[in-house]
């Protein structure tokens, strides 16, 4: 059947479903690019995820109200630390351990070291380290808050500190160690003890605090009491 214009009815049917109908090349063009788009997603999206996971250790302790960050000592540092440890004896602790330098150089001095430190893959890089340089039997390593730490139990202590926790660890310390405790020092000193002992320069300062010192209560020589003699 024709229309008034003369153009078949079927031909006009035809054009007009023609214009709706996508060509093939175009339908796996789309799809190919949305197949690129969801595998783009999950690449970003994994990525964010790996970097979340790599990441959280070093900024959680960054979010903290007091945290130590890891600034690792230097070689003159660690002789100034090991110096001050002459003649002593017992256990020690580095408080905030980062890498482990210190306990491995302590455990390498015959003492019993452990160090707490709150990033994991400090920890687990330090356990390395230890195994590595062969003293990973007296040189421990543990994740913990080291507020949340006693200190009680060493004689030996040593601190990579920051001016705003000072005080604070100043007073854990005072109420925890016993009086012939040694606490070390580095690159900031205490804000009211008086050091013992004090060697370097600048950034590889140690400062020295013996705890019958800043309890006031200094050790003095025994004294001997004698009887007067008896008088026939």
């Known amino acids: 059947m024709e229309g008034g214009g003369g153009i078949p009815l079927e031909t006009l049917t035809e054009e007009s479903q023609s214009r709706h109908v996508l060509p093939a090349s175009f339908e796996a063009n789309s ?3 949305s197949n690129w788009g969801f595998l783009l997603t999950g690449l970003v999206g994994g990525t964010l995820v790996a970097v979340y996971a790599v990441a959280t250790p070093f900024i959680t302790p960054a979010l903290r109200k007091v945290c130590l960050p890891f600034v690792p000592a230097t070689t003159k540092q660690i002789e100034n630390v090991v110096k001050m440890l002459r003649c002593r004896r017992g256990s020690l602790v ?5 890498d482990g330098r210190i306990v491995i150089a302590a455990a390498k001095e015959g003492f019993t070291a452990v160090g707490y430190e709150l990033n994991p893959w400090l920890v687990w890089y ?3 380290r230890a195994w590595r340089e ?3 039997g007296s040189a421990k390593f543990y994740i913990s808050d080291l507020w949340k730490v006693t200190f009680s139990q060493y004689s030996n202590v040593v601190i990579f500190g920051v001016p705003q926790m000072m005080l604070q660890l100043e007073k854990k310390l005072e109420l925890e160690l016993d009086d012939d405790a040694r606490v ?3 690159r900031f000193p205490f804000p009211h003890w008086t050091p013992d002992h004090v060697t370097g320069e600048g950034i590889d300062t140690v400062w020295a605090y013996d705890a019958s ?5 200094e050790k003095r020589p025994t004294s ?3 009887q007067p003699p008896i008088q026939a």
């Open 31 to 33: 799809l190919q690019k």
């Open 94 to 98: 580095d408080i905030g351990s980062g």
């Open 126 to 128: 330090s356990r390395y």
């Open 134 to 136: 062969g003293v990973h």
């Open 184 to 186: 070390i020092a580095c």
């Open 213 to 217: 010192t800043f309890r006031g209560r």
């Open 224 to 226: 001997m009491h004698f």
